[in-house]
């Protein structure tokens, strides 16, 4: 793999133009349940190519902050109290659209993940300069934050996986079966395949549905139980406190260095050395014991872009396509899971069972792929050696 000739660090250049925080982040797929965030002192005992913080992104892509005499509070306090604006407005508009006389449900699902993009990001940079904050209360919403994120991120992600599952399943009971048999099998066993992938197909896809679709109706009760809770309005108070006052920690307001660059690059060495330990490729088939290291990999990767656009004030383009093959990953890995779960349903046919077999096999594939992507954008030179 090859590092880009410009250099990648959070650390700003002093004689560029300031940049501005987008209105509209990237929006990001979030798993069925809440993702706890990394240690401080980081994960992974990966192998770099060479040493880490040394590289800066062009200035025209990402528009990096002047150092000059900004200070943390001046590049800090109001990144957050414009997440926190946006976390308002989004509630707000959430209220509008999922009251009985709307019926834009589109419109409140698009509420929704405003509202846990915004959670997302003011949680995650509350985690990487929590020295920078007061340590107390950062730690206090950081955790309130991630819950809610969490709940409101279920249901979506259940409605998801039922799709990707159903149509996978329309393309494997299409004429040709998935790539699973060696080249000399016989006509026979093929058709006889074809014929219990046919039958089993549509049981198969109504179990999934069963299942997931009242997964997905307990998530929005839980969803919708949760922002009516005293918890949830205690948040929503705490966000709009953040909106006009970010308790800092004393000094922070002059140690720019300290409080936002030194945590900004530890984030990043953090992302470098989780990829670096992940498994090499070609080296041996799917291994699900694998999946934790790339669930964190994708975490530690989002924490990263989040302290890119706090100090840079952009996001980092040359991650978006890493983090979407790493959205991809997970996709396919809760698929796979949801696909053997349902095969472990008492008394199924064997038919049925038979295609939920296959159908967790694609999945499976489908992730090692995505893992062949992420190696193929990963635009580091970071060594991919196994832990």
């Known amino acids: 793999m090859r590092r ?5 660090t959070t650390r ?3 004689d560029a133009a300031p940049g501005t925080t987008p209105d509209t982040p990237p929006a990001e797929a979030t798993g069925p349940g809440t993702e706890r965030l990394p240690d401080a002192t980081g994960t992974g005992t990966g192998r770099l190519a060479e040493p880490v913080g040394a590289v800066r992104l062009p200035d025209a892509a990402t528009g990096p902050r002047p150092t000059g005499d900004l200070t943390a509070e001046a590049v800090l306090a109001p990144y957050l109290r414009g997440q926190a604006a946006d976390f308002l407005r989004s509630l707000r508009l959430h209220h509008e659209h999922s009251s009985p006389a709307d019926s834009g449900g589109h419109d409140a699902a698009a509420a929704t993940r405003a509202l846990r993009r915004s959670a997302r990001r003011i949680s ?3 985690h990487t300069f929590r020295a920078a904050l007061d340590p107390h209360w950062a730690d206090q919403l950081r955790a309130e934050l991630a819950w809610l994120s969490g709940v409101l991120a279920r249901e979506h992600a259940y409605a998801n996986r039922l799709t ?9 009971s299409g004429p040709a079966l998935p790539a699973a048999r060696a080249a000399g099998e016989s006509t026979a066993p093929d058709a006889q395949g074809r014929t219990a992938l046919g039958v089993g197909t549509a049981r198969a896809g109504a179990l999934l549905e069963r299942r997931l679709t009242l997964a997905r109706t307990r998530s929005h009760s839980a969803a919708l139980q949760a922002l009516g809770s005293s918890r949830f309005h205690a948040i929503a108070d705490a966000v709009a406190l953040l909106a006009s006052d970010v308790p800092l920690a004393p000094g922070a307001a002059s140690r720019i260095a300290e409080a936002l660059l030194e945590p900004a690059e530890r ?6 050395a989780a990829v670096a330990a992940l498994p090499p490729d070609d080296t041996e ?3 699900e014991a694998q999946d934790a290291a790339w669930h964190q990999a994708r975490l530690l990767l989002r924490l990263h872009r989040y302290a890119h656009e706090v100090v840079l004030g ?5 991650l978006a396509a890493p983090g979407h093959a790493l959205d991809l990953h997970r996709d396919a890995v809760e698929a796979a899971g949801a696909a053997a779960a349902a095969a472990r349903t008492p008394r199924i046919a064997p038919a049925t069972a038979y295609a939920l077999g296959v159908l967790h096999a694609d999945q499976r594939h489908d992730a090692e792929a995505a893992r062949a992507v992420f190696r193929e954008a990963w635009p580091y030179a970071t060594a991919l050696s196994a832990p």
């Open 4 to 8: 880009p000739d410009q250099q990648t």
């Open 12 to 14: 700003p250049t002093p």
């Open 124 to 126: 995650g940079s509350l």
């Open 164 to 172: 990707r599952l159903v149509e996978a399943l329309h393309q494997l």
């Open 267 to 272: 984030a990043e060495q953090r992302l470098l």
């Open 285 to 287: 088939p799917y291994n």
């Open 314 to 318: 952009a996001v980092d383009p040359v």
